[in-house]
């Protein structure tokens, strides 16, 4: 995903199991003053598919800054029956694969033609290793640990504020519930990747506010976002359409089933970072 649309996923055709490989290097992940390094292993279920589920669905996601009328980026998020595909449509080099039933992201860099898989596994341990690291009260609150959810007073709708960072949210009910319970797992396992890419902002508040829209069975439909950082003030805003799959997706999801196929494999710091 696009550094400027990570802020809201809290945040991307059955495919053969099999073209998921293990992870094959150690992950690093920073936050400030630290760094952890998680080594391989194997995988095992993990944010596995919601039970009884079989839903295929679209959200399509455009980050625009200020007021202006074109985004900066848009994607495709597709969800088919448990894999999640992330698919850029402005910048498309990089894509994404969420697969929680086999406890792996995948990530595939269209230009040089190389893939990196990480094991859902380690996205917990590092995350969990970011969150022990911040010892003091200073630290808990730069990374987002302390904030909390509260009523909008710009929209209908929900916020959080930590560090500077401002969140405001609105949102919608999808047609079944269950679209809620994918979207957010979605969310949780993009802002575990954010974390380990040193993308964007902290993610500890956005999964903070992601929870809670996901318990209510609810997804995004609105967010926007100003950051504070001395006289400097930088807004940005999304929106989230919910679509069902289409044939341009169909053909999408079989050119990625290639691209898994045919990609070298390579270290994840190997993969560049949109």
């Excluded at 080099?93 to 595939?108: E, F, I, K, S």
Aim: aromatic share 6%; hydrophobic share 40%.
């Amino acid at each position: 995903m696009s550094s400027r649309l990570h802020f809201i996923a809290f945040c991307v055709l059955p495919m053969a199991l099999g073209m998921f490989g293990p992870s094959v290097c150690p992950v690093v992940a920073q936050v400030p003053g630290q760094t952890f390094v998680s080594q391989p292993s194997p995988s095992r279920p993990h944010h596995g598919k919601v039970a009884g589920t079989d839903s295929r669905f679209t959200v399509t996601v455009k980050t625009f800054v200020g007021a202006q009328s074109d985004p900066i980026a848009e994607h495709r998020i597709v969800f088919d029956n448990g894999l999640i595909y992330d698919l850029p449509q402005i910048d498309s080099a990089t894509v994404t694969v969420y697969d929680p039933a086999q406890g792996h992201v995948t990530l595939m860099d269209r230009p040089r033609q190389v893939q990196s898989t990480i094991s859902i596994d380690d996205l917990v341990k590092i995350t969990a290793q970011a969150r022990a690291s911040a010892d003091t009260p200073d630290k808990q609150e730069q990374l987002g640990l302390t904030a909390t959810v509260q009523k909008s007073n710009r929209m209908i709708g929900y916020s959080i504020h930590f560090a500077g960072a401002t969140y405001h949210m609105s949102t919608q009910k999808p047609a079944h519930p269950t679209m809620a319970s994918e979207f957010g797992q979605f969310s949780d396992l993009a802002a575990r990747m954010n974390l380990v890419r040193q993308s964007w902002l902290p993610p500890f508040a956005r999964m903070t506010l992601s929870d809670r829209i996901t318990a209510a069975g609810e997804i995004p439909l609105e967010t926007s976002l100003t950051i504070q950082r001395g006289d400097r003030t930088d807004e940005y805003r999304t929106t989230m359409l919910i679509g069902e799959l289409t044939e341009d997706d169909a053909k999408s999801i079989q050119e990625v089933r290639g691209m898994l196929t045919l990609y070298k494999t390579v270290s994840l710091d190997e993969v560049p970072k949109a």
